[in-house]
């Protein structure tokens, strides 16, 4: 597949004043429009109208700018990883220090934030650790979504602490994956880097039992080539062979995992979710060459191939990891993909090794959780989120 563009690697004065003009002219109108259709649309539909403003805000941002304009606007992974650890830790210590009754957990966990980055062997990645690497006994990789355009976002990092670090103060830590993104790099870049991440994680002693690894959308995508990678490693990647059993789990938040954009869940739910057929037309574009060959499609787009190939590629799966958890909304246009893919996790491995939990929740669209964690809320899609991890490694 193409390397890297040849596309400028960053916004030049016309693409910024593009911005400024989508800014000014077409949000306005936009917004609004959005934002009555996404509320009209989930009034209709019975489902909650909780999240539904950002869910239009985002369906602006997605369709009408470029990888490098929503880059442009938000701080790259690394810097808001650090401000994010600073700003809270010191936050919670002085919550502490002025407080007089018992100190609440969530203070605790927060005020020994530290920043801890590891860099990995390319030079261009990273592990961001929230929580204690050294004393902690499960770890979480964490691979955040975006369509690979854009950074890192304050609901990614939310949610980690409230979905895993909360899940049992002290015993675990999240290493979130720093990745290259679009257009600086392309497939197979990010899933080198996960593997990567994967390896050093298992290098440094953490046993697989000990070990789980997920994100949302984009992250999903990777998490499913994560996996796929575990099953036959691909070339371009760091092998792992020192996986003696299977991970404890993967989850996969609204997976992307077709390029198929005429299903029925893209007709229903073009118009209330933040993603559509014209914005994830354009973002295949940006992201894969036209000539995806079928070997190719394995790796990317797993849920492209025929059923049967499907069902070949994920045997096995039982032996690279133990319980899977996929949820998506019954508002969003990847509602097929997901299930499909549950499905074929599930048709290929039916010797009851292999847990998989598929979660459809009425009110949510795409990546509930992630707007959940932008509202700084433990809403209800974090919450599952940290039951399943609760049930998982047995925390009380
Ligand atoms: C899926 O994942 C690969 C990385 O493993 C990425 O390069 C590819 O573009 C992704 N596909 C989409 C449409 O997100
Ligand atoms: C996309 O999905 C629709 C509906 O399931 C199906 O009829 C169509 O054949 C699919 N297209 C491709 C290219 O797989």
Known sequence: MA?????????SLLG???????????????????NLRCHLLALFRGASLKY?????????????????????????TIVYYKSWVRKQSIAAIKRLSTSNGTPKPEDLVLSELKVDIETLPDGASSLLWLG?????????????GGGYAIPMLPGHINWCYRAYL?????????????????????????????????????????KPENIIFGGDSAGGNLTC??????????????????????????????????????????????????????????????????DLTEEDKAWVMPVDLPQ??????????????????????????????????????KKANNNGRLDVKVEVMKSEAHDWILLEGENGHDG???RRMRGWVKGLWGFK
Not at 132 to 144: E, G, I, M, P, S
């Open 16 to 34: 910024k004043l593009s911005l400024l003009l989508k800014l000014l002219v077409i949000a306005p109108p936009t917004l609004l429009i959005n």
């Open 225 to 290: 080539s994560l996996l796929s990678h575990l099953l036959h490693p691909h070339p371009d990647a760091v092998p792992i062979t020192s996986l003696a059993r299977p991970v404890a789990g993967a989850f996969l938040v609204s997976p992307w995992v077709s390029t198929n954009t005429s299903t029925a869940s893209y007709k229903k739910n073009n118009g209330i979710d933040m993603l559509s057929t014209a914005t994830i037309d354009t973002a295949c574009g940006h992201l894969l060459p036209k």
């Open 380 to 382: 209800d899609a974090t």
């Open 3 to 11: 390397p890297a563009s040849s596309k400028p690697l960053t916004l």
């Open 132 to 144: 204690d690497r050294t004393k902690a006994k499960k770890v979480v990789l964490f691979l955040h």
């Open 308 to 345: 049967e190939r499907q069902e070949a590629w994920f045997e096995g799966l039982d032996k690279v990891v133990s319980h899977v958890y996929i949820t998506a909304g019954e508002q969003e246009v990847f509602l097929d993909q997901s299930v499909q893919l549950a499905d074929v996790f």
């Open 166 to 206: 909360l899940a049992s103060p002290g015993d675990v830590a999240v290493a979130i994956l720093q990745y290259t993104l679009v257009p600086h790099g392309q497939y197979p870049t990010q899933l080198r880097q996960a593997a990567a991440g994967l390896s050093h994680i298992l290098s440094s002693g953490v």
């Open 52 to 76: 539904y403003t950002l869910c239009a805000f985002n369906k602006f941002g997605l369709r009408h700018l470029t990888p490098l304009q929503l880059q442009h606007m938000k701080p790259p």
